[in-house]
């Protein structure tokens, strides 16, 4: 006689992981059926390979069709393509079922309902999955019944929806508690021993259907996303014809692993053909499946992963350390906070263990959760301070780990040639930020800079470039490398583009430059230098010098200049050759003076505004080229448009004004500004003329003692219906410098009593000779003129 058991459990818990394990070992099954994708099971061998470490997932894809790769225009994926992660952590109940079966060598399958119809494409299916209408953009994690749990802090919904959306919350309430979390930790996770609770929890499900079952028809369904049962009821069959084949095949003793919920369904006697019915004439879509590395944030629930903990750092401890959990737990709480020089003590240590247990004492808890945990940390290792708690929490509570998988794991070529280029240029990935300097001098740091703009050229943010790492003629630059388990998906995608980095890359940037505005052309004409795409740089500098050519708006070729002179630059810094570069910056120099005079005339505020930001753009970039014609050619533009201020508008005027005094072209500005400023003038043109002056910086009105009076009479002077106009003008002027500029402008005003109207130059305040006078005799003692009068 066949003997079949079957284990409902919670998905990631570390006490249904260990029942579930001594109850394998009790049971010795000759087959293990697991809640999880069918197309995994001629991969799940790889699950007992020493290169295989937890948390890892299993990824269901649909291969991306011939011709344009899907996501890479307007960021759709294909008009419905998705991916499904299902996620195993080594506190996992599967990952256990797994290892044990793979270890007793008997045969291992998944019995879920397959991979092919859960990611049918929008419009092909009848029914949408709700397992896989996740956060996840690309797909959900497809989980078991804990999809359905309460979140934290929430309270179980009402009778007729409760039961199904929340079985768990449910039976919490049942139980007095209002947390399933902490209920479902108390009776499962923190049984340190005794009987198997798989028989309860199965009776405790049987109970939650038979009371559903007799719930008017449609309040079973209330609350619930549209397809739910029906998916439902395909999950559940699919399970049972897997079951039945299984023991058609002769095995005698069979073990089902599967979410708590759909244990009555298992078990009850449901005839084959209503099964088959339920599963006849489902949709597919073409799916591949593979091993990926995962991460234990992607496990927590705050993830927006449906199946998630709250705390995996503490799972995969509970796991691990069944001996006094409690204790180890403080003890590397002390250490990470002696590794912050803290001071944390035995004593600390001995005391936050008396107070966890006393606190789960009084509560009632047979073992010190992490709430108790928690508060004891806070109360005695941190002694009442927040800061060193949320770094238990990021270090220790959620635990970032990043998995790894076998070399025999299928890839696509694009993964293995990353992978290769991340051993040869000795580039870990993981979970955790990290902050890498490269240096662009270093042969080494040159190529690991090239592979991370390569890869964000996919849509692959592994590095992410810090502001400080694109400063001006900097041969340095800083990345936060972060390894997330979506990049895989995005590597799979980006695989249609070629099968390494470099090419996939190249086809990338081409496809980029095609119909791509002269903005874009530019930000792709840079990227390509930064990633040393020397391939791809011919079609995009023709496609950028064609645009550039027939592109006659000056604002769209004063917005291109700063990206072209930043790829000049690191092109020099990186060796790569620019020359195409150089012509297409040298041509637009030159057509950018010649049509800045009429594109800046007649402007209104809106305009004006644009149009200041171009010519600070153009202005710094001139600078960082460092080329002393087109420098001199666009001083003479400003010198053009500086003698004709009646066609400027304020704002325009006004920094024409100042970048012309900046570099010393201007000798009249203090009359320029009292023009400007004149009681004839209007407020309002006024208040913009000294906006786009002072848009610079304020420090000359700290300098400039007759230009600080000039704008000090002008506001004193203003009527006060002119003076609330122009307010909000002055207040964002004034309000973008820094407090030590405010500061110094307010001071020098405080004494303007005892400045010279007259002087233009530096303050001529009276000096105190009798308090001079020892400063003056030490200074002239010092440089050994005690003689000079």
């Known amino acids: 006689m066949s003997h079949v058991e079957v284990y409902g459990i919670r998905h990631h818990g570390p ?22 994708p069918p197309e995994a099971d001629p991969i799940v061998e790889l699950a007992g390979e020493p290169g295989m470490v937890p948390p890892v997932a299993l990824l269901a894809y649909s291969p991306a069709p011939g011709g344009d790769p899907a996501g890479d225009r307007g960021g759709d994926r294909g008009g419905g393509r998705k991916a499904a992660f299902w996620p195993f952590a080594e506190f996992s109940p599967e990952w256990q079922a797994i290892r044990y079966a793979l270890g007793a060598g008997v045969p ?7 991979a092919a119809h859960q990611l049918v494409p929008s419009g092909d299916a009848a029914e949408a999955d709700p397992e896989t209408e996740g956060p996840e953009t690309e797909g959900p994690e497809t989980e078991g019944p804990e999809t359905e749990g309460a ?3 929430e309270a179980p919904p009402e009778p007729a929806e409760g039961i199904r959306l929340d079985p768990l919350g449910w039976l919490a309430k049942a139980a007095g508690y209002d947390d399933a979390e902490r209920w479902w930790d108390d009776v499962v996770e923190h049984r340190g021993g005794g009987p198997s609770p798989f028989p309860a929890i199965a009776e405790a499900m049987a109970e939650l259907r038979e009371q559903l079952a007799e719930l008017p028809e449609g309040a079973a369904s209330a609350g619930l996303p549209p397809g739910h049962l029906l998916r439902e009821e395909q999950r559940e069959a699919h399970m049972r014809r897997t079951l039945r084949r299984t023991l058609k095949e002769g095995h005698e003793r069979v073990a ?9 369904a298992l078990r009850a006697k449901v005839p084959a053909a209503h099964d088959d019915r339920a599963l006849r004439g489902l949709p597919k879509a073409k799916v591949a499946m593979t091993w990926v590395p995962w991460t234990h944030g992607r496990l927590a629930g705050r993830s927006g992963y449906g199946a998630g903990v709250r705390s995996p750092g503490w799972y995969h401890h509970l796991f691990t350390a069944p001996d006094r959990p409690v204790e180890r737990w403080l003890t590397a709480a002390a250490r990470v906070l002696r590794a912050e020089d803290l001071h944390v003590s035995s004593a600390h240590v001995i005391e936050a263990v008396r107070l966890a247990e006393a606190l789960a004492a009084l509560r009632g808890r047979p073992l010190a959760g992490l709430d108790e945990v928690t508060e004891a940390t806070r109360a005695v290792l941190c002694e009442g301070a927040d800061l060193p708690v949320e770094l238990i929490q990021r270090r220790m509570v959620v635990g970032e780990r990043l998995g790894a998988v076998p070399e025999r794991t299928p890839m696509v070529p694009l993964q293995r040639d990353l992978q290769a280029q991340q051993r040869r240029l000795r580039l870990k990935p993981s979970a955790l930020d990290k902050e890498q300097d490269l240096d662009l001098r270093k042969p080494t740091d040159l190529e690991r800079s090239r592979l991370l703009h390569r890869l964000r050229l996919l849509h692959v943010d592994w590095g992410v470039p810090a502001e400080a790492g694109r400063s001006k003629g900097t041969f340095r630059e800083t990345w936060t490398l972060a390894w997330r388990p979506e990049f895989d998906v995005e590597l799979i995608e980006a695989s249609a583009w070629g099968t390494t980095v470099r090419g996939a890359a190249t086809a990338r940037a081409e496809a980029l430059a095609a119909g791509a505005t002269l903005a874009d052309l530019t930000s792709v004409a840079e990227r390509c230098l930064l990633a ?39 092109g020099d810094v990186r060796g790569t050759s620019t020359g195409p570069l150089r012509t297409v910056v040298d041509g637009l120099v030159v057509r950018i003076c010649v049509g800045l005079p009429p594109a800046v005339t007649g402007l209104d505020d809106d305009a004006a505004r644009e149009f200041l ?22 001083r003479r533009t400003l010198e053009g448009l500086a003698t004709r201020p009646e066609a400027l508008h304020g704002l325009i005027e006004g920094r024409v004004t100042r970048l012309l005094l900046d570099a010393g072209r201007l000798p009249d500005v203090a009359d320029r ?66 407090d030590a500029e405010r500061r110094a402008i307010g001071e020098r005003l405080h004494r303007l009593d005892q400045v010279s109207a007259s002087s233009s130059g530096p303050d001529e305040e009276d000096v105190d000779a009798a308090r001079a006078a020892a400063a003056t005799a030490t200074t002239l003692h010092i440089l050994g003129w005690e003689g000079s009068s």
Request: charged share 20%; proline share 5%; with cysteine.
């Open 673 to 738: 500004m009292a023009r400007a400023v004149s009681t004839g003038t209007a407020p309002a043109r006024a208040a913009a003329w000294v906006e786009g002056f002072l848009s610079g910086g304020g420090l000359i009105l700290v300098h400039d003692v007759a230009l600080l009076r000039l704008v000090d009479d002008w506001i004193a002077g203003l009527p006060g219906d002119s003076f609330t106009d122009v307010l909000p003008l002055l207040r964002r002027t004034f309000g973008g410098y820094a």
């Open 15 to 36: 006490g249904s992981a260990r029942a579930l394990r001594g109850a394998l070992e009790e049971f010795k099954p000759d087959a293990v059926l697991i809640e999880g």
């Open 613 to 634: 930001g171009h010519v600070d753009a153009v202005h710094g970039a001139l600078a960082l080229l460092a080329e002393e014609e087109h420098i001199e050619r666009w």
């Open 151 to 153: 979140g934290e802090g």
């Open 108 to 114: 291992v399958r998944f019995c879920d309902l397959p």
């Open 256 to 264: 089902v692993v599967c979410g708590a919920w759909h244990v009555p």
């Open 532 to 570: 040393d795409l020397g391939d791809a740089l011919p079609t995009v500098m023709r496609a950028l010098a064609d645009r550039a050519a027939v592109d006659t708006d000056v604002a769209h070729l004063m917005s291109a200049m700063p990206a072209l002179v930043r790829a000049l630059r690191y």
